[in-house]
T-cell receptor, first 110, second 114 residues
Framework: QQQVKQSPQSLIVQKGGISIINCAYE??????FPWYQQFPGKGPALLIA???DVSEKKEGRFTISFNKSAKQFSLHIMDSQPGDSATYFC?????????WGAGTKLIIKP | GAGVSQSPSNKVTEKGKDVELRCDPI?????LYWYRQSLGQGLEFLIY????????KSGLPSDRFSAERTGGSVSTLTIQRTQQEDSAVYLC????????????FGEGSWLTVV
């Protein structure tokens, strides 16, 4: 019940395309869902986050879609750029606990 | 400093030696986390500190691992009698409350046990 399942494990997208990464959770007590971006040799950094009272949040080219009934949320990167190539982690939070997905390695081909 | 600071950034040690990794969180952040990340892998929770409360040590993989946080600020992660499987990046993160708030990561300490 504490797991967050992230897919795909890796993703290759052409420049200008849409990158989509999905996460699913079981515990309905989770109340905060962040996405983190990690470049090689760096620590993860918050990209965008959502709370379950909204179904979508958009920041620039990055959008989180949240489906509370399905217990799923996804990250969409529009007009993907080579600089977006990184590893992306979803997470779900309850209290201080952060349960992390396994990560998605995204490669944007120029 | 502006961000979470970790030292050393890289450490090579011989099997069986003890190592200490240091984390200096963002000023004013009461919550502090340690994670371990093996090459190309996800984030493995190790330990959580919040203010003066007892830490959550549930993620520490063995009794060779310990951590302390002095004065509610700087934290030290100690690994005794290091093993090759301890080789990983050790990431520290802090947040203002630890509950539904952004956690900010340092750049990690890369530990190699030879």
């Amino acid at each position: 019940q504490q797991q967050v399942k992230q897919s795909p494990q890796s993703l290759i997208v052409q420049k200008g395309g849409i990158s989509i990464i999905n996460c699913a959770y079981e515990n309905t007590a989770f109340d905060y869902f962040p996405w983190y971006q990690q470049f090689p040799g760096k620590g993860p950094a918050l990209l965008i986050a959502i709370r379950p009272d909204v179904s979508e949040k958009k920041e620039g080219r990055f959008t989180i879609s949240f489906n509370k009934s399905a217990k799923q949320f996804s990250l969409h990167i529009m007009d993907s750029q080579p600089g977006d190539s990184a590893t992306y982690f979803c997470a779900a939070s309850y209290n201080y606990q952060l349960i992390w997905g396994a990560g998605t390695k995204l490669i944007i081909k120029p | 400093g502006a961000g979470v600071s970790q030292s050393p950034s890289n450490k090579v040690t011989e099997k069986g030696k003890d190592v200490e990794l240091r984390c200096d969180p963002i000023s004013g952040h009461t919550a502090l986390y340690w994670y371990r990340q093996s090459l190309g892998q996800g984030l493995e929770f190790l330990i959580y500190f919040q203010g003066n409360s007892a830490p959550d040590k549930s993620g520490l993989p063995s009794d060779r691992f310990s951590a302390e946080r002095t004065g509610g600020s700087v934290s030290t992660l100690t690994i005794q009698r290091t093993q090759q499987e301890d080789s990983a990046v050790y990431l520290c993160a802090s947040s203002s409350r630890g509950q539904g708030n952004t956690i900010y990561f340092g750049e990690g300490s890369w530990l190699t046990v030879v």
